[in-house]
């Protein structure tokens, strides 16, 4: 009964990491990939290529959401924000780019995203 | 037995000799006007003169002998300009023998897209003049030479990503300064139709 509880628990926890990953796709499509590409291979020196595993240990996800939000200005290079994302758009997003490219292949929640967005509209 | 396929033999031979008419002739677009002596005038890109990436004037003259693709478009552009910047990457590497073919971008956004800015979009897309002009210059020359010769939309709008609305068309310009096709520049397929049409205006088909 118990190890019932548990195998159900996983899965449910299962589907909403796909569910993340699929949703997120379809974010990634619309918002990211005219830049970035499909594949994340970027363009040139022009848009950074996500799938380099470089640019995964060079920036925390704290930073990525905040980047992916508001976008960025300066010398390290122009990136607009996509501040019609919400939450759980970015957490999505996230949690798609972790699966596809990142280090870990786990759910990005929509906790630590809300709690990230948190931070940056602070230091903003 | 026979008189059908005879007659699909002509049918063909029909079609393919239509199909071939049609592939032999670029159409010449934009308002024809006559004159004096009663002979069709095309639609022609009138004089220009815009600064590119390395902080040179280009003119029609640079054009001279020349084919080109035009394009508009603004270096902070999140929405259609990489899809299109990637297609006119295709050209500009298939043609980088090719001296008689030029592409010239516009900027739409010529006060923020200064030479400086430019030249650091080309540098990092690794691309050169003279052969991928980034232009720049008077914005009110660019959007006139785009809305009234180029014939594409191109205006400011702040509720569109990015704060402009502009087309994703790359206009095809042959060594006369005729526009003879246009293309949607988003669009891989439509792009080679474009490469297909440089191919008949070099003479290579």
Redesign the interface.
């Known amino acids: 009964m118990l190890a019932l509880g548990l195998a159900s628990c996983d899965s449910k926890e299962e589907i909403l990491y796909q569910q993340y990953v699929v949703e997120g796709r379809v974010l990634y499509q619309t918002h990211c990939a005219?830049?970035h590409?499909e594949n994340g291979s970027g363009?040139?020196?022009?848009?950074p290529a996500i799938s380099q595993p470089a640019l995964w240990k060079s920036l925390n996800t704290d930073e990525l959401t905040c980047l992916i939000k508001w976008g960025r200005k300066g010398t390290k290079g122009?990136m607009?924000g996509n501040t019609k994302l919400q939450a759980l758009d970015i957490a999505e997003i996230q949690t798609f780019l972790r699966e596809q490219w990142g280090p870990q292949k786990a759910i990005y929640s929509l906790d630590s995203t809300r709690f990230a967005l948190k931070k940056c509209e602070t230091t903003l | 037995m026979c008189s059908k396929s005879l007659f699909a033999a002509i049918l063909l031979c029909f079609f393919g000799l239509l199909s071939c008419q049609e592939k032999h002739d670029l159409p010449f677009l934009g308002p024809k006007t006559l004159n004096a002596t009663g002979d069709t005038v095309y639609h022609q890109i009138p004089p220009f003169r815009f600064l590119n990436q390395d902080s040179t004037w280009v003119t029609e003259k640079d054009m001279e002998g020349k084919i080109y693709v035009a394009d508009f478009f603004f270096t902070t552009c999140p929405t259609i300009c990489p899809k299109m910047k990637t297609q006119l990457l295709r050209i500009y590497e298939r043609y980088a023998a090719n001296d008689v073919v030029r592409i010239l971008s516009h900027s739409i956004d010529p006060e923020f897209d200064q030479v400086s800015v430019l030249k650091n979009y080309a540098n990092k897309l690794h691309i050169e003049a003279p052969r991928w002009n980034l232009l720049t210059g008077d914005k009110k020359a660019i959007y006139a030479i785009g809305q009234k010769s180029y014939m594409v939309a191109a205006q400011e709008d702040s509720n569109e990503v990015g704060g402009f609305v502009h087309s994703g068309a790359f206009i095809l310009v042959d060594k006369n300064r005729h526009v003879r096709g246009i293309y949607d520049g988003t669009k891989e397929e439509d792009v080679n139709h474009l490469i297909e049409d440089m191919e008949k205006l070099l003479g290579n088909k």
């Not at chain 1, 363009?43 to 848009?47: Q, R, S, T, V």
């Open positions: 005219n830049c590409q363009l040139k020196d022009l848009y122009y607009p």
